[in-house]
T-cell receptor
């Protein structure tokens, strides 16, 4: 597709259940990012993938959160044993590798709205 | 230290007036890029404008311009002739070129355009 695609667009889940969120980046983009945005808040970095390099997981808030990406393709963000504070929009973005002038913006998907009840 | 700081949680501007949204950044990497994004109430993140650390001139895109003051490490967004559709959250972001491709975002500024 032309843009970053995320699914599901909306998910309501019961506390304690596991959820998987999927991101399909723009074709050819080597970098993929996951962010969390709580209602009325800014973007909270979760994890960053760059090609086949080891991902930067420094933003994952707990061991209940994990993400995978194979090569330069689809990524899956998994939240285990969901809690109410996990309710947020989960935004995925992708970009091509920056040149030395650090150009190349990231392009965002429309997000996955997660509600934990 | 915060990589990106936006000190204005909320701003109001009269329609047709200009408004400046503040952004300061912190990096020791000589190669970096600065970005502004708009997030309307619908939630999507819209790229507005980009400034490279080596660019000699301030970036402009239509009614958007970036007031880049490298020595002060500031990258303020100027919106001229505000329109009602400009009401949204605005995020400043930075990408460091030599230390990875991580994007750092500020906490955002909520802009309301008053008719």
């Amino acid at each position: 597709g032309a843009g970053v695609s995320q699914s599901p667009s909306n998910k309501v889940t019961e506390k304690g259940k596991d959820v998987e969120l999927r991101c399909d980046p723009i074709s050819g983009h080597t970098a993929l990012y996951w962010y969390r945005q709580r209602l009325g808040q800014g973007l909270e970095f979760l994890i960053y993938f760059q090609g086949n390099s080891a991902p930067d997981k420094s933003g994952l808030p707990s061991d209940r959160f994990s993400a995978e990406r194979t090569g330069e393709s689809v990524s899956t963000l998994t939240i285990q044993r969901t809690q109410q504070e996990d309710s947020a929009v989960y935004l995925c973005a992708s970009s091509s590798r920056g040149d030395r002038f650090s150009g190349n913006t990231i392009y965002f998907g429309e997000g996955s709205w997660l509600t934990v009840v | 230290a915060q990589k990106i700081t936006q000190t204005q949680p909320g701003m109001f501007v009269q329609e047709k007036e200009a408004v400046t949204l503040d952004c300061t950044y912190d990096t020791s990497d000589p190669s970096y890029g600065l970005f502004w994004y708009k997030q309307p109430s619908s939630g999507e993140m819209i790229f507005l404008i980009y400034q490279g650390s080596y660019d000699q001139q301030n970036a402009t895109e239509g009614r958007y311009s970036l007031n880049f003051q490298k020595a002060r490490k500031s990258a303020n967004l100027v919106i001229s002739a505000s329109q009602l559709g400009d009401s949204a959250m605005y995020f400043c972001a930075m990408r460091e070129g030599n230390t990875g491709n991580q994007f750092y975002f500020g906490t955002g500024t909520s802009l309301t355009v008053i008719p």
